[in-house]
């Protein structure tokens, strides 16, 4: 057991050091990274001089994005250093983002090298403030420093978690109104192409992340794709198990020329049975969220104000007597 107390200090210098190292091992790949990126960018300069001017004012417009976000930067090629493009991580984390509504190509290095910063750089942190502030033991210091590599890896992940449900919970709410347009645009006569278009427009005020969903599917039929592997894109990207049997629901109205109008309209009736049904569940949790409130903050108001005049007679009472 001696031995054991003994040697963790050894084990806590061992991971300082390896958290360091990795640091200046992350800020010599950005040095290099970035000469590399300074050069590259004044041989385009020098070469091209038959580009357009809006391919110009795309580089400089990136070139000062990249100089304005440093530390962007430097997450970006510390996460592609980690996690390789081609790994099936950094494809899992990219299916994720678009789950989230985040499109940018370096949206998944920036989450890998923010996971992996925070969980180097929360327990240097917490060893520079016990060494300035206050002496703590071993046992307490490889206990927090592992609880702190442990929830900065994962703040990330749960960051990314709730913008997902969120945006998750909007769609979802969106998508009665959207099939009620789209029943109607279809009963009109409208192609399921313009009707598609029409709806984006028509909710882009009211609900403008399923707007933008719409747009893509709209935008990927017109490039050139089927609208069967469109119509599987969106339900990927929204990650609703709903919209998948909607979508399938459609190609197979597609596919066997069934009447997409009433198939439209069954399922919007089920979208806002099951829209109210989630109102009614948060409703009835209500009144357990409220519980705590009421208990830590009302009652005691309450007490005070009710017994409070009592308690004051009947002290005073006492004194008398």
């Known amino acids: 057991m001696a031995s054991t107390i003994s040697n963790i200090p050894i084990l806590i210098s061992a991971a300082a050091f390896l958290a360091l190292f990795m640091l200046f091992v992350g800020l010599y790949q950005y040095i290099r990274q970035n000469a590399r990126a300074h050069e590259l960018t004044k041989k385009v300069r020098k070469t ?36 390789p493009e081609q790994s099936m991580d950094y494809t899992q984390t990219k299916t994720k983002f678009l789950m989230a509504g985040l499109r940018k190509a370096n949206a998944p290095a920036l989450f890998w090298g923010s996971k992996f910063l925070f969980a180097f750089s929360l327990p240097i942190c917490f060893f520079l403030g016990i060494i300035f502030l206050k002496p703590v033991d071993g046992s307490t210091k490889l206990f927090a420093s592992f609880f702190l590599a442990f929830s900065g890896y994962y703040l990330p992940d749960i960051w990314l978690r709730m913008k997902t449900s969120a945006r998750k919970n909007k769609i979802f709410e969106g998508m009665p109104d959207a099939l009620d347009l789209l029943v109607v645009c279809v009963e009109t006569g409208m192609g399921m192409d313009a009707a598609i278009n029409r709806v984006a427009k028509e909710i882009k005020l009211s609900n403008k992340v399923l707007s933008e969903e719409l747009n893509i599917l709209n935008l990927e039929i017109r490039a050139g794709k089927s ?95």
């Open 48 to 83: 091209g001089e038959n580009r357009n001017a809006s391919s110009r004012e795309k580089l400089s417009s990136e070139t000062e994005d990249a100089a304005r976000n440093p530390i962007l930067n430097f997450l970006s090629l510390l996460g592609k250093r980690l996690i």
């Open 227 to 321: 609208r069967q592997d469109a119509l599987r894109n969106l339900a990927e990207r929204t990650g609703i198990e709903d919209i998948r049997s909607l979508v399938t629901m459609l190609i197979q109205a597609d596919k066997f020329g069934t009447s997409v109008a009433q198939s439209l309209r069954v399922f919007s009736d089920s979208f806002r049975t099951k829209r109210f049904q989630k109102a009614e569940e948060i409703a009835a949790k209500l009144p357990v969220k409220l519980m705590l409130p009421l208990i830590l903050f009302v009652f005691p108001s309450l007490f005070v104000v009710i017994m409070g005049p009592a308690a004051i007679r009947i002290y005073q009472g006492l004194l008398h007597h």
